[in-house]
């Protein structure tokens, strides 16, 4: 599965971006999908993740109730909507799969996308 991610940008502190990332092959309905995020100088984290067929959704603590994660099963396409952002949120943003559940971690996803570079200013 090759996964394009895109939608970053530069954005004032407050204000809101979304995220897509378009999978090549169809997801299959046992799948996760997840977006993760890597700031400079720091460990890539866990964002937020989604049971591609149910679609439960998991979030991170530092975004619960800002962003939202979501998918078009049709479009094969994921989303990230992004609202209140923070000059903390500020990160190289990475769409990904995994075979099985909603993984919070790295090595529970098997392909990833290019990532993303979303910028929040103060």
């Known amino acids: 599965v090759q996964l394009q991610a895109s939608g970053g940008g530069l954005v004032q502190a407050g204000t809101s971006l979304s995220l897509s990332c378009s999978a090549s092959d169809r997801i299959y309905s046992s799948a996760a999908m997840g977006w993760f995020r890597q700031a400079p100088g720091k460990e890539r984290e866990f964002v937020a993740g989604?049971?591609?067929?149910?679609?439960?959704?998991k979030h991170a603590d530092s975004v619960q109730g800002r962003f939202i994660i979501s998918r078009s099963t049709a479009k094969n396409t994921l989303y990230l909507q992004m609202n209140s952002l923070k000059p903390e949120d500020t990160a190289v943003y990475y769409c990904?799969?995994?075979?099985?559940?909603?993984?919070?971690?790295?090595?529970?996803?098997?392909?990833w996308g290019q990532g993303t570079l979303v910028t929040v200013s103060s």
């Open positions: 989604i049971a591609w067929g149910t679609g439960r959704t």
């Open positions: 990904a799969h995994s075979k099985t559940v909603i993984g919070t971690i790295v090595r529970e996803y098997d392909y």
